[in-house]
Every structure is written in C-alpha cells, then in structure tokens.
C-alpha cells in the first residue's frame, strides 16, 4: 500500500517554535547605521528622524554631551566642569563619549544611528585612525546612509539658514525669506484655480503660509546667520572635507557591500529622504529596534485588590495593540528576570510591569526595571528562565538524599554543600576544646583523691585507723580513686614531709596516668558535639559566600548566585530560623520519604547495605531463641519425671525398720542415679543446644517482614523521628510562597525518575501554564468582538462575518491551539481526529484548546508540553473516511477508486462481516444474496428422480452443513446481515477498533464503506473515539435506485422463470418416460403370465386355434385394461406463475421498502455524527459514476494535499494593523519580508514594489506576519501554510537596472510600461529624467542650468541629461526596486557618459525590427483611436530621420556593451508584445537570480560565478587571482595548463576572496564553486609557473621574425611523436601555422589540436629526442604522374568506398526499377552529394535527392510487412498506409525526378 503523504524535504523559512523565534531574534545583532556626507547636509537631521521611526539610539555628538550632563555620568561631570569655565569640550573626551556610548547596554540592543563621526576635526585622531575605529567597531555598522549633494546647492542652502538666538532653531531660507513666501503662495493660488476639488486643502496651506509669514514678520528681525553658515567659510568648509575626509569614506563605501549602501539625494527634503530609506529597509526586511513598554495602568487603584493570578489578566489588556491582541504571558510569569539573571527568585511589583516582544515582564525595583529597559537581552536569553538551584534536601538515613543531590548539582552544574564535611573542622576544635577542659577536670579531680589517699594514709599508720574502720564497699571505692590518683600529675610544690610521703612511681609520665587520662579523653572525643543553629547558618553562609566567587564559570550565562545543593543540614525550626534570619532559605526543599511502604523500602537498602552485620545479629537473636526454648522443654522433661517419681514412691507399702537401711541405700543410691541423670541431661542439652546452634539456617524473608525484626526497631525510631520532625517543619515551610516543596515517596522509584519529579518541581515557576477556560476568558472575548464590531475597517474578513450567525464568526476569530479544534490528547495517545468540545475547553500560552471530555482536559491542564507542538507540526493520521448511501448508490465503486487514488486501504464493512462467516457458511449470506425463494417444486422433484448415490451424497453434505453451530457472536453478525439489525458494541469491539489502533490501516489510512449503518452504530464510534475525518454520504433518489436495481433483478427473475419452465418440460418428459418403462416392464410380466396360463390351458384342453386367437385378443385387451388401471395418469394442476408485472411490482416494493429503511438509519447516523462535530460531505449520486467520483475526490483531496496544515490557523488582519505588530515587534516579520510567499513559490524573482496600486494582504501565521498581492494568494496560504513556508527562504531583493533601446515604433515604452505595473520599476526615459529634476529640484544648480537651456529652445547637452538621469536614479523606487531606462542610450558619446556615471544596465535589450514594420506600425497608430491630444512627431519623415539615426549609432554601442560588459540582448522585435515581454522577462529574472546568488555566496564566504555582471576586461585584469587567465582547477587536478584567455567571456569564470579566476568549462566551474579553497593558495597543490616558463602560442609572422632560430625536433610534431609511442610512423612534419614558444625554443605542431595539447602539457612533449633514422623529406607528386592504381587510390577510391558501402548496407530497390539500376542511382546521387569540391548548395540539393531516393526505395518493404492478404476498410488501415500505397502507385512508368 502506497504511502499516503511524503514528507517535505525543505526546511520551515521562519523558526516554528515561538520560543525558538524569540531567541534568535534576542542573538540577532541590532541594525546600526552611520550617515555620511558634506557639513551641512542634513546627516543630524536624518539620524535624528531615522533613530525615532527605526527606535534606535541616536549617537550624535551633541547628544551625547547632553545625555552624559543629564545623567551625570563621569564624563558629563567633566563636561559640565568645563562649560562652567568658559572652555570647549576637546574632541578626545567627545570621541571616548562617542565609543563609549556605542558599547552600552542599550545600543546593543536597540541599535544605533551615528552621525558626525568621523569629524572633520584631527585634533585627537586622524580620519584614518577614526575610519579605523568604525571598522573595529564591536558593533559594526550595516548600512552606510551617504547623502549626496553638490557644492553650489549645498553652500547655498546652508549659507541662507538663519538661527533665532533665544531658541536655537534653524530656519531655511524658504522659511523666513519675504519673497520665497509670497512665491508660495502664489503656487497655492494657482493650485486652487486648477484643482477645484482640493479647495479645502489649498485654504488651509494658505492660513498656514499666512500664519507663517505673519510669526516670520514679527522675529525676522531677530534671526541672526551663524560664522559657519556664511558662504565662505561653508565653502571652505566643504573644501576641506574634500581635502581629507572624502576619499577615506569612498574606500570605506567601496568596501561596502552594495545593498547595504543608501545614497540619497540632498537636494530633497528631510522627510523625503527618511522616506526613501525606510522603504529601503523595509523592502530588505530589516527589522526595527524592538521596545519596551510600560504597562502603567491610568488608574493604580485597579490592581489593588487583586489576585496573583488575576495580575497578569489586568496587565494583559493595558494599552492594548488592537482588540484580541493582548499582551501574552511569559514563561517568568510574575517573576522578576533580572533578580532571576541575578540568582534569586523574585516576585515582580505590577507597577512595573512591562511588555516585551509581545508579552509581559513584571519587574521587581526601579533599578531592574531600568537596567531592563535598557537592554532586556542578557535576562531572556537561554538559559534563563531557570531555576538559580537553591536546594536543600531532606531525608532519612538510607534514602538516597546524598545520590539524589549529586544528581540535581550535576543537573544544573553546580555543587554539593555537605554539612556533615563543612562542620567537621568546627566540630573537631569544639572537641579539642572539651578534651582539655576534661584532662583539665580529670587532674583536679585525681589531685583532691591523691589528697585525700595521703591523708588516709598518714591517719591509717596512727591506732584505730581508719583499715578498721573500712567495709569492703569503701575499701573498693578507695581502691578506685587510688587509681585514679596515679594519673594525677603535680605542678605545684608541696610539702617535703608530703614529697617524701608521694611514691616515686605516680610521675605524669607514669604509664597508669597515661591511660586513665587517655580514656577519659576519649570518652569525651566520642561524646557528640551540638552546634547552634546560627552556627550551621553561619558556615553555610561562608561557603555559598566562596561558592558564588566562581559562579558564573558554571556554564554561560549562568547566574551569579545560586548553584548550591544542601545536604545532611538539621531538619529543626531553629536551623530554619537561622536561614531565614541570614536571607539563606532556599528555592526548593526536597524530602524524601518513605510513607508508603512504613519505611520499608528504607529498611530494605539499610538491610542491604549492613547485611552481614544485620545477618549475624538475627543469627545470635535465633540461637538465643532456640537455646532458651530447648531449656524450656528440658525443664519441662525433668519435672514431668520428678512427678512420676513421686507419685511411684506413694504407691509403695510402709516396711520395716530393716528395710530402712537398704531403702536409705537405695535412697543414696537414686540420688546418685539423679545426678548421673542430670549430668547426662545436662551433657545431652549441651550437645542439644551445640547441635541446635549448628543447625541454624538464616530464614528468608521479604521486605514486608523487615518492619518486624528487633533488629530494625533502630532505624525505625529514626525513621519516625524525621516524619515527626518533617511534619512540624513543613507547614513552616510552605509559609513562604516563594519555596517550592517535593515531598517525594522513594519506594519503587529509580534516583533518575526522583531528579525528573524534582526537575518538574524546580522549574514549574518557569513554564507557561494552562487554565481552563473561565468566564473570564470569555468576558475578554466578548469585549473583543464588541472592539472589532465598533471599528470603521473595510476588510475582507467584516464582510465575510457580517454574513456569518454570531456563533461562527466567533468561532473563526478565536485563536485556536496548535491541534486547531481538535482533542491534542485524543490525537497524542489515542493518534485520532476528535472535535473537541467548546465546552471543555482550556487555555495555553494564550491560544485555546478544545478536548473531547473533562478526563482529556484535566490531562492536558497537568502537563500540557506533552500535547503541543514544538519545533514542527504535530503529524495528523492517515485520511480516514466514512462513506454512506444506501444499496445501490455506488458506495464500493467509488471507494475503490478512491482508495486506489490516494494510497490508503478500502475496507467495506458488510464484506468484513461475510468474511467472518465464510468458514462456517462456506457462501455468503443476507438480503443481497436472498433476494428470490429457494428453489420449486419442479426443480425438486427433478433432483428427487435423479440418481440415487448422488441424491444420497448431497443429503449428507446439506446435513453436514446443518450440523455448523455458530457462536453467539456469528449469531449476531449473520442477524445483521439478514435483517440489518445494529450490532451490539460487544462485538463491534473486536472489530472496529483495530481500523483506528493497529497497523497497518493506522499509519495508512482507510475508506469505510457502509459504516456506521444505524444510530446506534454512529454513538458507538463516538463513545470509542473512533471519529472519521470526514463522513461522505452519496444522496440518491428513489427513481434513480430503482433504474439501478430493478433491470439486474428482473433479468434473473426472467432467467429463473425460463429455467423453471425448462424444469417442468424435462419433468415431464421424465416422467412419462419412467412410466412407459414400468409399463412395458408390467406387460412383459403380464405377457408372460398369460402365456404360462395359456401352456397349462392348453396341456390340458388341446389346441384350438380358433378359440386361442380369439382369447388371445381377449387376453392383449385384459392386459391393456389392466395397465390402463394400474398406470392411471392423473393431470397435474400447474401452480399458477407469477406474471411479469406482478414480479416487477413486488420486486419495487421490495427495493423501495429496503430504500426507505436504508436512508432513514443514514439520517439518524447524520445527526449523530453532526453532533460530535464530524465534517459531513452530501455527494448527488444520480449522476454519472466518473462524475461522482470526481465531486468526492474534490471533496477529499484538499484533506490529503493540506495534511501539513491540517492543524494550522492563520488571521486575516488589516495592513495598519500588520505595520502597528512588527513596529512593536508584537509579531515578528517573516523571512519572505513584503514578497508574496506563492509567488516566490512560483519561482517569482521580482520583488514588487508597494504602493497604492499593489495593496498588500497580510496575515498572522503563528508568530509571523505574510503579506500577499492579492486575496486569492492569501487563502490558497490560509489552506496549506506548511507547503509555503517550507521552501528556501528568499535571497535579498535586487534592485533591477536595465534599458531598453530600438528603433521607433519597436516598442520599448510598451515593455517598460508593463515593468513599471506589473513590478513597480521606475520607468525612465531621458524627457522622465530632466522633468524630474525640473519638478523636484528647480532652484539646485541642475535646474537652472537645465531651465536655462530650455528657455532658449536649445536641446539639452548630454551631460546635463546624464547628471539628471544620475539624479532620478536616486528615487528611492528606482534603489529598492528597479528602473527602466527607456530608450537611452543612444549615442556612443552617451555611452561614455553613462560609463563615467557609474550607470551600468545589468541587461540592455535591443528590439530589431527592420524599417518596412517601422512604417506599418506608425500607420497602425495614426488610425488608433487611443491617440493623445496634442500633436506627435510621428510623421514618415521624422519617423525615417529618427530611424536613420538609430541605425548609424547602434552599431557601435551594441560592439561596445558586448566587448566590455557583455550585457547586450537582441530581441526579435516583429514578434507580439507578448512574446517580447516573456521574453525579456526571462532574461531579466535570469539576470536577477544570478545577483543574488552572487551577493548570498559572497556574504557567506564562498566562491560565486561572475557571469552576466557586467565586468569589464580592465577590471577583469585588475582583480585576477594567482593563476591569471589559466584554470586553476585543471592546473590542480590535471596538471594542465588550460589557457582561458581565448575567450573572452566569462561564463565560467568566478570570484573568490576578492580575486577573479576562469575555468576551462562547465565542470570545472562547479569542481571550483564547491571547493574553492583547495584550488587556490595555500592548499592549491601545483602553483603556475613563472611567466618565462609558460608557453607561448606563435602566428606564422611570428615565426618569420624569429628567423634564423629554427624549430626543434627538425620541425617534426612533438605531440604526434610522443602520442604516436615514439614510432617510425609517428614522425609527421609540423606546420608553421602552428607554433609555440616555451623555455625559449621553438616548436611546431601538425594542427590546432596538438598546439593545444601541448600548451596544456608543455613539460611533457619539449624535450624529447629524434630517432637515428628519420623519414626522407616528402616531395608534392602530381596526380597524373602516378599510374593508374594510385591515380585511382588516391583521386576516387574513398568517395567509391564511402558510397558503395552505403549501398551495400542498404540495399536498395526503386519501385519499378531493377536492382542494378537502383543501385547506380543510389551511387551516382551519393558521389554527388558528398563532392567536397561541390558547392555547399549543391551538395545541399543531392543530399534531398538522396533522402528522396532512400524513402521511395523503402516502400516495398514496408508495403511487404503492412499490406494484408484480405481487403481492409480504410478506417481500419495503418495510418499512412494509404498515402505510401498511393505513393508506390504513382511511381509506375516514372523514374526519379533527377535522372
């Protein structure tokens, strides 16, 4: 199965993610320009005007000095402290203010407009070192804006500026000059006396000049002129520019690229010139500095009161660009970007809110929102916005709380904090400190016991001591402090008595000393150590201090703060406290829990982790448990025998006192007895319990059973003291708005699905976020549509609505989500087409998204990324089709058709359901195949008479089928399909679904024939979400149905009845036969019974022949009697039939009946799909079957070709509106700029030039505008917009320059014209030029010098028309787009002219037309009708004086363009002027497309192709590269020398890093335009040859001068020796004709082709070395001195040879001819036509002769294999047959034409 759609291979043109067209526009560098010209000509004004209309920051001397006072910067401090002291600011401080102001914040991002830089001045720098500086600008200037004016003009304006003193303003002379005034004034006057219709207008100019002239009157005597506006020093002025600024700009120009170059005309007026050069910008697509607005809402109270939430629906609608368009959330919502660059996550003041690009920034401090507003780049720029990673993590032991925080520092390149490490040193020192204060407490201690042993001691010597009076208690206690005594050391003196008591042994040294104080001190070493809260706060903040030092070395672009994940920090309200107290709580606080399982999961890794420990505890605890339970049982055995034996001992008789002794015996004896006993037990238990203790196996045990061992109950309590802990702590916590908490459950999750979850967490601050939407949203919407009702715009979209019901039109309007009206989940997991609801419905970045039910909504509101397009559109599923109609309407045929048409599957649903059925029915059952009854009586009885073995085998098979059983479900399916009865869902579920979810019809597609049949069907596949994308139904009458069923029907009713009454006859005639047979069979028995009876009769009466005839015949008529009876035929009653009409009568109510109950469920199935919103398509099926299927496939196709776009919506705003977005940079410009995007599709090249007459149509698509040039254009876009924006995005406009010359009447006004509507070119004859100036420029030195001439009635001199052509060309029109010069030049003088001008056509067009169609179309005109007016020079004379004129000049200028530019085109001028247009247009598109691939390679580095540019031979020499005229690609690959310098074009030449270079062809050219660098040096792997190595092609006077040097190789070809392997034969005398030069020796060759070789090759063939022996000179033999052989060799055998082997292959035979004389002809006419002695014309005519010869010769042949044996109609003939029989005919009795 074909594949339904391919995928484009184009690129989009525009970036399809918003975000990602944000960013590229937030790294695109700003436009910057700089203004040059003259002192004086307007360059501050112009930057001042441009820097407010671009929003750029103007950069201007002047103003800077202003600004830097203003804003008292450092610089403005010192230009403040110098103005107060009476001193000029020095050019270095303004130059340093100058650069200092390009590289701020805010140029880079709006941009700049330079004026005044470079100055005139050199006080501080040269203009070379400040053309320097702009060249090293970081920022580098890209359009250079020059003003062009001429030094008279120029002086004479400036020197009439006057200046009002008190204000500074300049006036013009036409401004404050009394006469210049009144001259107005008067023009206005005479302006209302021609236009009576502009009166209005013509009175206010004249109140307004009034009004002027009355302010000027007053303070015209207070205008003052300036030093520097007098005339002489403004001249001086100008000179020195000249002197040493002007051609340091003409270099800085010339390395310009041309269409970032704006000359204007200075002679215009200021708002012109704006004009001009931003319809240039535009016309470039460059696009605007982007700005920052305040949303200041007009009334503050209105945001007091209101919600987070609600903040940003208020700000949204603050000065609004239009109703609908509201300013649109951001993903930093109300957080601050520039505290966020910073590191901190701050919520932004609404008051400071602003928007940005279209959406809404709120910032959180004046200073942010300053530092914003000056350059909002570095704090939206990837990869902000994100979180700065302030993180503290919380957990348990064992929940992976270390793992999980190394994941999020490695996420976010930061660091991991470890409390536990950072403490440690601190902690450490605490415990040095308690270890000295407890040596210092041990000592004092042991010093009072030493005391008071000594003391003891000295009383225990006295009587009575103290050793009498001590217990055993206190006798222990002094033991230890005598211990503890030794390890006292004693610093102070004593006593001698007490020195000499002490023992020499208790020194500090003494080792006992040593290792009491030594365990004291680790007793104390192993206590824990508290530390304060404000402690860990206090080393936290050390280390985050440290930490942020290297901050931004995490990444680029990273925050200053931040970074820092926290781990192992005390979960207490004091700790937090401490954080919050020193500003360190954290963004994000992460805990990590184990609720779920009642920490079982903690347990399990704590297990895991210390199993062996754990293992051998559990082992101790069982064999305590084992060892305790067999002591138990032991005691259990022993009192269970000590009461057996007393109770035998009670049972014994008293005895007497002799037994006594025995019984004590025996008493001592059993007592001995029991501790053997006991001995044993005891042996036998030790054994038990060692054996038992062996025994003992390690149980297993799952993770549930770890929550009850003793040995867990530690890390349990632990687990439990967290929770208590986290519990308090959390809701502390969540107090702070700002925290982002994730409490996370670890059980069953991988540390890698943690870190998502706490990613999500960690930026959910930072995505757009999705609402449902509210009543809100659509009060907002209403209040749109009232705006938009309320607004005066005649577009095409009102009018279009106004005829739409309110639902629609507002519906059209909305802006609708990236699946358009359609579920996003439904199309993302279930991959189907479902119309949402408006009813569910939700709101994401602004753009509304419907949902097929509230479970698909609140999905999509969790996490609404999943569901939406990013950077291509979402893929739609295959066509599926649902096609309806009753039986009969064709449904099949044309799903069938259909679904071969556009790739995808047909499935038709009742032959699905027949499938299912076959194995069991083995034929297809319902209506369509019941139609008629089971078969007759007849036909039944005839099979009942058939043979007996083949009735008794289709008995068992009809039984064996009776047998089948179906199953409830094919119980179900065959009731379908005999009463059309709904299947239930049940069973449609195994069926349906599949279509929808499994492969292959999934990816492919389907055409649903005949489901859903019934309502009920319909609501299932809504309840499923099994929607088409369209629902086809094929309406036909009931006339129509019956003319389609009906005649089929019948025809088998007809056959049935012929088949019947065949069955009868064939019964009947069996039946008559199978009685004839019984009863011959019953009369041959009869018979010979009756002959037996008559045997016996006669044996016993004798004969009688007489009697025996006679009961003979008695007995023959008994017999037939007896048949007669026994074979009694009975008549049949022939069932009646059914007549013709009857059966066509009910055979009509049968279709119609089954008609009405079709096409009533299709209704039902109609409504129920309108209500699930599935598109529904009524196709008339009455028509013929081709024409239906074209109206559905018309229908469907459009879903097909449009699947890109299928989710795509685009708005239709007015041109206002448009131009409003992208000044405000609401919307951005797309890449096709002002060009339609269907006709660059087209192939258009042309860009139009905008005005009044081309209106543009422009529309929103995403986060672009298109404009297009006309409606039509606009929705063909609207349909498909992926098929147009994905295409090569277009090259930069070319401005187009050509001319147009001819003679008259030839029609170079018409093509021009048609350039000037059809793409807005300036057309511009010289009469166009020299009015242009008289009309703009009457007072500039041009205009006078012009008016001056014409008053006089002279012709205007070239050059005056030439500086006026220069001038008009100016126009901004003929800049941007183009112009058309028509009719000029012509003259070579005007030529030179135009060439010293700089004015180069890129094509000149020359229209040919000889004089006799001059003369036609003159008369043509006269008897137009169209003629003007006035009178015209169009008499023959003038007409053959003009004519005459031409033709003496065209000459030369047509050898002039075609040597030197090679840019002349001859156009056939007799052809229709439409021919001429397309014909010409060709070439200029050739042209234009071959400019612009010529600038984009360039721009980008790469080698491009230099033909059709007009480069001359000198400047061709002037820029060729290293390799000169030779090609460098064959020097390289070949190590050829091909010399280019043959010929002059340069089709295959190309430029390269500023250098030209020629190629020996077309593959060359290609090798060197992809890889240039490899041809050229460095990497070039053959340089050329110096100049005295490379060979040098020779005349034949050449030759002659270099007499005496003779040819080397003794004038043998070297070529043809050294190609011929060096042979004998190969030594072939060269020709003179044929020479070349290299390392100064001579060399001729035998013909062009070996000079070649050679020149290409020339170290391969100069020095070789001739044989010993060489050929004998070759002496010229007359032809008639050889004999007869050679005369014939060498006069005639190739010619005989050429023909005779013509003949020979072709064997020829002329009708009618024979053989021998055919062939003669043929070699006669052969020997004629290729007579190289022959004229050419000559030759020309044997040569038809012979092709005549050849054809006429192959008649026979082809008669041979065309003509039949039998007479054949003409209609049926082969064509031509006719017309070659008739020519063989015609050959009879004629020979051919030329013998």
Same mark, same amino acid.
């Given at each position: 199965m074909a594949s339904q759609e391919e995928k484009q291979p184009q690129p989009f043109t525009d970036i399809f993610n918003e975000d990602e067209a944000e960013k590229f526009f937030l790294l695109s560098k700003p436009t910057c320009m700089i203004v040059l010209g003259k002192p004086g000509s307007g360059k501050k004004t112009l930057a001042s005007k441009l820097a407010q209309m671009w929003k750029c920051i103007l950069i201007e001397a002047l103003e800077v000095i202003q600004t830097n006072i203003h804003e008292e910067t450092e610089y403005g401090l010192k230009c403040q402290e110098l103005l107060y002291k009476g001193q000029s600011i020095s050019e270095e401080l303004v130059t340093e203010m100058i650069l200092k102001k390009i590289e701020s914040p805010e140029v880079a991002h709006f941009g700049y407009v330079l004026s005044g830089f470079p100055s005139l001045s050199e006080e501080y720098m040269t203009v070379s070192q400040q053309m320097e500086k702009i060249r090293n600008l970081k920022l580098k200037p890209d359009f250079l804006i020059n003003i062009k004016c001429s030094d008279y003009d120029l002086c004479q304006r400036v020197s009439g500026q006057r200046q009002r003193p008190d204000s500074g303003q300049i006036y013009q002379r036409k401004q404050w000059d009394p006469s210049l005034i009144e001259k107005q004034k008067k023009s206005s006057d005479q302006l209302e006396e021609e236009n009576e219709e502009a009166e209005a207008e013509a009175e206010e100019m004249e109140e307004e000049i009034e009004q002027d002239s009355l302010k000027m009157s007053e303070m015209i005597h207070q205008l003052v002129q300036r030093p520097e506006d007098m005339l002489e020093n403004m001249e001086e002025r100008v000179g020195l520019y000249k002197d040493i600024m002007l051609r340091s700009l003409e270099v800085l120009m010339a390395e310009q690229d041309s269409q970032y170059l704006i000359e204007l005309d200075g002679n215009r007026e200021p708002d012109e010139l704006l004009a001009s050069v931003v319809i240039r910008l535009q016309s470039m697509g460059v696009r605007n500095g982007a700005p920052i607005i305040r949303l200041q809402s007009p009334q503050e109270e209105m945001l007091e009161g209101v919600e987070n939430d609600e903040i940003l629906r208020v700000l949204s609608s603050f000065k609004l660009i239009a109703p609908r368009y509201r300013w649109r959330r951001s993903r930093w919502g109300q957080v601050c970007p520039v505290a966020l660059k910073n590191g901190d996550i701050v919520m932004g003041i609404p008051e400071l809110a602003v928007s940005f690009l279209g959406k809404m920034y709120v910032l959180s401090s004046p200073e942010a929102l300053k530092m914003f507003m000056l350059n909002p780049r570095p704090y939206l720029l990837p990869p902000m916005p994100m979180p700065p990673c302030k993180v503290l993590v919380f957990g348990p032991p064992m929940s992976g709380r270390t793992t999980i925080c190394n994941l999020i520092a490695n996420k976010y390149k930061g660091k991991v904090l470890d409390m536990a490490e950072l403490i440690q040193s601190h902690v450490e020192e605490l415990r040095e400190k308690e270890a000295e204060r407890m040596r210092r407490d041990e000592i004092e201690k042991a010093t009072a016991a030493v005391k008071d042993r000594l003391e003891s001691e000295k009383q225990s010597e006295e009587p009575g001591g103290l050793e009498e009076e001590l217990s055993a208690e206190e006798a222990d206690n002094s033991e230890e402090t005598e211990k503890m005594r030794k390890e006292v050391h004693f610093e102070e003196g004593s006593s001698t008595e007490e020195s000499a008591v002490i023992p020499e042994e208790l020194t500090d040294h003494h080792p006992e000393d040593e290792e009491v104080v030594e365990e004291a001190v680790e007793g104390s070493s192993e206590s824990e150590v508290m530390l304060s809260p404000e402690t860990y706060a206090e080393i936290l903040e050390r280390a985050i201090a440290e930490l942020t030092k290297k901050n931004k070395d995490r990444f680029p672009g990273a925050p200053e703060k931040g970074g820092w994940v926290v781990d192992n920090f005390p979960l207490s309200e004091g700790h937090w406290s401490a954080l919050s107290e020193r500003g360190l709580l954290p963004d994000t606080v992460v805990c990590l829990k184990d609720t779920e399982t009642n920490g079982g999961c903690i347990l399990r890794r704590t297990y895991l982790a210390n199993k062996d420990e754990i293992n051998a505890k559990i082992l101790k605890r069982l064999a305590k448990e084992a060892l305790e339970k067999g002591e138990e049982e032991e005691e259990e055995e022993r009192r269970e025998m000590q009461e057996m034996l007393t109770s035998e001992g009670e049972e014994q008789p008293q005895e007497d006192a002799e037994e006594k002794e025995p019984e004590d015996g025996g008493k001592q004896l059993s007592s001995e007895t029991e501790q053997a006993s006991q001995k044993q037990s005891s042996d036998s238990a030790d054994y038990k319990e060692e054996s038992e203790t062996t025994e003992i196996m390690l149980p297993e045990f799952e993770e549930n059973d770890l929550l009850d061992m003793p040995e867990m109950e530690e890390i349990k309590e632990k687990i439990d003291l967290f929770m208590n802990d986290w519990q308090t702590m959390e809701s502390e916590i969540r107090q702070s708005s700002l925290i982002q908490v994730a409490a996370l459950e670890i059980a069953e999750q991988t540390p890698e699905s943690l870190l998502s979850q706490i990613i999500l967490v960690m930026e959910e601050p930072f995505k757009y976020r999705a609402w449902e939407l509210s009543n809100e949203d659509l009060d907002e919407e209403a209040e749109d549509l009232a705006a938009e009702a309320e607004a005066v715009e005649d577009n095409e979209a009102e009018e279009e609505e106004n005829e739409e019901d309110e639902e629609k039109a507002k519906e059209k309007k909305r802006h609708l989500g990236d699946t358009k009206h359609f579920c996003p989940v439904s199309l993302k997991e279930d991959y189907v087409l479902y119309p949402g609801l408006p009813e569910h419905a939700a709101k994401y970045q602004e753009k509304i998204y419907y949902f097929a039910n509230p479970e698909y909504t609140e999905k999509f509101l969790k996490n609404p990324e999943e569901y939406v397009a990013h950077n291509e559109p979402i893929q739609a599923p295959p066509l599926r089709v649902c096609l309806l109609g009753v039986c009969g309407a064709g449904k099949t045929a044309c799903a069938r058709w259909l679904a071969d048409k556009f790739g995808i599957f047909h499935i038709q649903f009742k032959e699905y359901l027949q499938e299912l059925l076959l194995p069991k029915t083995k034929e297809k059952i319902g209506l369509d195949f019941d139609e008629e009854p089971e078969e007759d009586d007849v036909e039944i009885q005839l099979q009942e008479l058939q043979d007996l073995p083949q009735t008794t085998t289709k008995t068992e098979d009809e039984e064996s089928k009776q047998e089948v059983e179906l199953t409830d479900e094919e119980e179900a399916i065959k009731a379908s399909l005999m009463d059309a009865q709904p299947l239930p869902p049940e069973i449609l579920d195994n069926i349906v679904p599949d279509w929808w979810r499994k492969e292959p019809f999934r990816s492919t597609g389907f055409i649903l024939d005949g489901f859903p049949r019934t309502p009920d069907e319909a609501e299932y596949l809504s309840e499923r979400g099994l929607c088409p994308d369209i629902a086809v139904y094929i309406r036909i009458d009931e006339s129509d149905i019956l003319e389609r069923l009906l005649p089929p029907r019948l025809k088998k009713w007809k056959e049935r009845q012929k088949k019947k009454a065949e069955n009868k006859k064939k019964l009947k005639d069996l039946k008559a036969k199978i009685r004839n047979e019984k009863i011959a069979k019953r009369r041959a028995e009869l018979l010979a019974e009756q002959k037996k009876r008559k045997e016996e009769e006669d044996l016993a009466e004798g004969e009688n022949d007489e009697n025996s005839e006679e009961e003979d015949e008695t007995a023959n008529e008994d017999i037939e009697a007896i048949l007669e009876e026994e074979f009694f035929e009975e008549e049949e009653e022939e069932r009646e039939?059914?007549?013709?009409?009857?059966?066509? %009568?009910?055979?009509?109510? %049968?279709?119609?009946?089954?008609?009405?109950?079709?096409?009533?469920?299709?209704?039902?199935?109609? %409504?129920?799909?309108?209500?699930?919103?599935?598109?529904?398509?009524?196709?008339?099926?009455?028509?013929? /079957?081709?024409?239906?299927? =074209?109206?559905?496939?018309?229908? /469907?196709?459009? /879903?097909?070709?449009?699947?890109?776009?299928?989710?795509?919506?685009?708005? +239709?705003? #007015?041109?206002?509106?448009?131009?409003?977005?992208?000044?405000?940079?609401?919307?951005? +410009?797309? #890449?096709?700029?002002?060009?339609?995007?269907?006709?660059?599709?087209?192939?258009?090249?042309?860009?139009?030039?905008?005005?009044?007459?081309?209106? /543009?149509?422009?529309?929103?698509?995403?986060?672009?505008? =298109?404009?297009f040039s006309s409606k039509k254009n606009r929705e063909i876009f609207m349909n498909d917009p992926i098929k147009y924006i994905c295409q090569p995005k277009p090259k930069p406009p070319v401005s187009v320059k050509i001319a147009i010359v001819g003679p008259p009447k030839s029609g170079k006004t018409t093509v021009a014209k048609k350039f000037e509507s059809a793409y807005g070119l300036r057309r511009l004859s010289m009469g166009d030029a020299i009015r242009f100036v008289l009309n703009n420029q009457p007072e500039s030195e041009l205009g006078l010098q012009l008016n001056w001439h014409l008053h006089r009635g002279l012709t205007v001199p070239d050059e005056l028309a030439t500086h006026a052509l220069d001038v008009a060309l100016l126009d901004h029109v003929c800049a941007t787009t183009g112009v058309v010069i028509d009719g000029y030049p012509v003259t070579k003088k005007q030529v030179n002219l135009l060439e010293v001008a700089r004015i180069i056509p890129v094509k000149i067009f020359e229209l040919e037309m000889d004089a006799k169609e001059v003369f036609r179309r003159a008369l043509l005109d006269k008897e137009s009708t169209n003629r003007p007016s006035y009178p015209v020079h169009d008499s023959s004379q003038i007409l053959a004086i003009k004519n005459s004129y031409y033709r003496q000049h065209i000459d030369a200028i047509r050898t002039y363009y075609k040597k030197e530019r090679q840019n002349w085109c001859v156009i056939d001028a007799s052809q229709s002027k439409w021919w001429i247009w397309d014909k010409v247009l060709q070439e200029v598109q050739v042209i234009v497309q071959e400019i612009q691939i010529y600038l984009e390679r360039i721009r980008e580095g790469k080698a491009a192709s230099i033909a059709d540019l007009c480069i001359t031979p000198e400047e061709l020499q002037y820029r060729l590269g290293e390799f000169q005229q030779y090609c460098p690609v064959s020097l390289a690959d070949k190590g050829e020398l091909v010399d280019c310098s043959v010929t002059s074009s340069l089709q295959f030449a190309a430029e390269f890093r500023a250098h030209y270079y020629k190629m020996a062809s077309q593959e060359e050219l290609d090798k060197f335009l992809s890889r240039p660098e490899i041809y050229v040096p460095p990497l070039a792997p053959r340089p050329l040859p110096p100049q005295d190595k490379l060979p040098q092609k020779l005349t034949a006077a050449e030759v002659k001068a270099l007499f005496p040097k003779s040819a080397e190789m003794q004038g043998y070809c070297p070529v043809t020796y050294l190609d011929g392997k060096q042979r004998y034969e190969a030594l072939v005398p060269g020709n003179t004709e044929y020479a070349a030069k290299y390392q100064d020796k001579l060399y001729v060759f035998e013909s062009e082709e070996k000079l070649l070789k050679f020149m290409r090759l020339p170290e391969k063939y100069w020095n070789l070395k001739l044989p010993q022996k060489l050929p004998p000179v070759r002496e010229p033999i007359l032809l008639t001195a050889l004999p007869m052989a050679g005369y014939l060799e060498q006069g005639v055998a190739t010619s005989l040879i050429k023909a005779l082997n013509e003949v020979g292959c072709l064997k020829p035979k002329f009708p009618f001819l024979s053989v021998r004389r055919t062939a003669l002809l043929f070699v006669a006419c052969h020997l004629k036509a290729y007579n190289a002695r022959s004229p050419a014309h000559r030759r020309q005519v044997y040569r038809r002769r012979l092709e005549r010869l050849t054809e006429h010769c192959e008649l026979i042949p082809y008669l041979g294999r065309a003509m039949p044996r039998d007479y054949m109609e003409p209609q049926h003939r082969p064509l031509g047959f006719d017309l070659k029989l008739q020519t063989f005919l015609s050959l009879k009795d004629n020979s051919p034409s030329f013998v």
């Open positions: 039939e059914e007549q013709e009409a009857d059966a066509v %009568e009910r055979m009509q109510n %049968e279709i119609i009946g089954r008609f009405d109950s079709e096409r009533e469920g299709i209704e039902g199935v109609q %409504e129920e799909l309108e209500k699930f919103l599935i598109p529904q398509a009524e196709i008339n099926g009455s028509r013929k /079957l081709r024409i239906v299927r =074209y109206q559905i496939y018309c229908k /469907l196709n459009p /879903l097909v070709e449009n699947r890109r776009s299928i989710f795509e919506k685009c708005y +239709p705003i #007015s041109l206002p509106l448009a131009q409003m977005m992208l000044v405000f940079s609401y919307k951005f +410009p797309s #890449s096709f700029g002002q060009w339609d995007p269907i006709k660059v599709k087209e192939g258009e090249i042309i860009k139009p030039a905008q005005n009044y007459e081309n209106t /543009l149509f422009p529309v929103i698509h995403r986060q672009y505008v =298109y404009f």
